[in-house]
């Protein structure tokens, strides 16, 4: 087993091989001057079964560029099986045409993770678990829930209400609320363009109780604040947000430090720019250990099913 990592998030990617107590792989990542990726592989990889670390960040089209390259120059140098560990699935929101005549961008990215040579996908809490479907390798979905859970179990907090944010995210939030033993609730929402929603409606038990909103990114925030507001309105307690992949583009640090929430939990699947990571109002999770530990379980050929439950 050898593990490379892409320029995206070199701080996990470190956590990962530290958990797995090996190096990271040997390679050279640099651009020409004209900005173009050059990449070579500074180690012997031929029968090796190649993990390749790559998280959609700052730069999301660059990185994926960057990943491409890389899963080329493996099936070149003739690994035996390439795994594309990508923690923050980008493009996963365009994954169904809501209206005519727009791409399925996320189908796209899969089909050329397979084109470069992917083997193999281990991603973490897609935007939708169908996408999974666009794939014709394996594909393993990680969720955090499990490190979500640990930490507001810390808390000692009592009746509780984990709230989905949509409809979409009832699934998850259901099993988050099991994990925590609270109750389930639902904001009803309207989106009529991308990163504009208005919150309609706040379906569930939220008075006096201390609340989870928990989703699966945070990009403007501007939802998230919205959804905060109506909770409160409704009678909560105390808000708190659970949300994997902390995209926060535009304003969403302002609207966060803002905003009447407790905290904004995230994990490192994105790193955070020095203004995001030292807001008193975000706290960050490590999800290396579980990456980790599914990389060892697929290498072993053992099981990945029980790190989903």
Do not use: C
């Not at 001057?33 to 730069?59: C, M, P």
């Not at 594909?139 to 009746?159: H, K, R, S």
């Not at 975000?282 to 290396?288: D, N, P």
Request: glycine letters at 8%; zero cysteines.
């Amino acid at each position: 087993m050898k593990v490379f990592t892409g320029s995206s998030n070199t701080a996990l990617a470190e956590e990962i091989v530290d958990y797995l107590d090996i190096d990271l792989g040997r390679s050279v990542l640099e651009q020409f001057s004209d900005g173009e990726i050059h990449f070579y592989i500074d180690e012997n990889v031929r029968g090796e079964d190649v993990f390749v670390i790559q998280t959609g960040a700052y730069d999301r089209n660059f990185h994926l560029m960057e990943l491409f390259v890389m899963i080329d120059a493996f099936k070149r140098a003739s690994a035996e099986r390439i795994t594309a560990v990508i923690p923050y699935y980008a493009y996963a929101r365009q994954d169904w045409k809501d209206r005519p005549r727009v791409p399925l961008s996320a189908r796209l990215v899969a089909d050329l993770l397979e084109t470069a040579g992917a083997n193999r996908v281990l991603t973490m809490d897609l935007h939708s678990p169908q996408i999974q479907g666009f794939f014709s390798v394996p594909v393993d979905n990680l969720m955090a829930q499990g490190v979500f859970a640990d930490y507001m179990g810390n808390l000692g907090l009592e009746n509780m209400t984990v709230i989905s944010p949509d409809a979409g995210g009832v699934g998850r939030a259901k099993w988050f609320a099991k994990l925590l033993e609270a109750d389930l609730g639902i904001i009803d929402k309207r989106r009529p363009k991308p990163n504009i929603a208005q919150v309609f409606n706040v379906i569930g038990e939220v008075a006096g109780r201390d609340v989870v909103i928990l989703d699966d990114m945070v990009d403007t925030a501007g939802t998230l604040v919205q959804s905060v507001e109506a909770l409160l309105e409704k009678g909560a307690r105390k808000v708190w947000s659970a949300i994997t992949h902390p995209v926060l583009s535009g304003q969403a640090l302002d609207r966060i430090n803002g905003s009447r929430m407790e905290k904004l939990i995230v994990t490192n699947t994105i790193p955070l720019d020095e203004d995001s990571y030292n807001s008193d109002k975000i706290e960050v999770l490590s999800v290396a250990g579980l990456f980790g530990e599914a990389i060892r379980r697929i290498h072993e050929g053992s099981s990945v099913s029980s790190l989903f439950t």
